[in-house]
């Protein structure tokens, strides 16, 4: 099972804010995802990287941008924050080679922008 | 066409109910892993099983049992004597191709009432 943790756990913002969420992995795991969801309803993958200075956009477009400089970080940048951006976001992260690349999530940043 | 379809959107039961939650998937792989996660009201995704496409046989794990089925392409899943720390939303997801990116159903919100 992986270790890895999210911070903020909770985020309230006023619009137009700059805000980072933190995600970090101590299981060396080279791929590492971000999610979004609003509560309860389907996760949906905006971001994810298969190793350092890897980065793709998921399937769900979204206006953050992510970086990974080092193995165990990836964190998620929102430049400008709106309400529409209030939303759950999950970070996961999965070891390749691994047959079924188990992916392991973090406890998640509830983000709300007023 | 949803790759992963979880019907029951909501389930209530009494304590010690037994509840199947069901999973119907999608795909044209041969290779495939099926995954089902919980939710609880924290947030936080937490993994319970994967399954391989090849491996057919059922599982049971404590109070928790899960049916593969790949003639009618179902990965259901049955808590046994359900209890109040059951509740939660549970999530079927599907991994396929050589990406192995998941994806999700959208869900199924279990409620055990005292």
């Known amino acids: 099972e992986a270790d890895i943790y999210q911070t903020p756990r909770y985020l309230v913002i006023g619009t137009g804010k700059k805000i980072t969420l933190e995600c970090s992995q101590t299981?060396?795991?080279?791929?590492m995802y971000w999610y979004q969801q609003d509560p309860g309803m389907e996760l949906h993958l905006i971001h994810y990287?298969?190793?350092?200075?890897?980065?793709e956009k998921g399937d769900l477009s979204s206006e953050s941008t992510v970086s990974r400089i080092r193995t165990e970080h990836f964190p998620l940048t929102l430049e400008s924050a709106r309400p529409s951006h209030t939303s759950q976001y999950l970070c996961a992260s999965s070891e390749s080679g691994t047959q079924s690349e188990t992916q392991y999530f973090g406890p998640g940043t509830r983000l709300l922008v007023l | 066409a949803q790759k992963v379809t979880q019907a029951q959107t909501e389930i209530s039961v009494v304590e010690k109910e037994d509840v199947t939650l069901d999973c119907v998937y999608e795909t044209r792989d041969t290779t495939y892993y099926l995954f089902w996660y919980k939710q609880p009201p924290s947030g936080e995704l937490v993994f319970l099983i994967r399954r391989n496409s090849f491996d057919e046989q059922n599982e049971i794990s404590g109070r928790y049992s899960w049916n593969f089925q790949k003639s009618t392409s179902s990965f259901n899943f049955t808590i046994t004597a359900s209890q109040v720390v059951d509740s939660a939303v549970y999530f079927c997801?599907?991994?396929?191709?050589?990406?192995?990116?998941?994806?999700f159903g959208s869900g199924t919100q279990l409620t055990v009432l005292p």
């Open positions: 299981m060396g795991h080279d791929k």
């Open positions: 997801a599907l991994s396929e191709g050589s990406a192995r990116q998941l994806t």
């Open positions: 990287s298969y190793g350092v200075n890897s980065t």
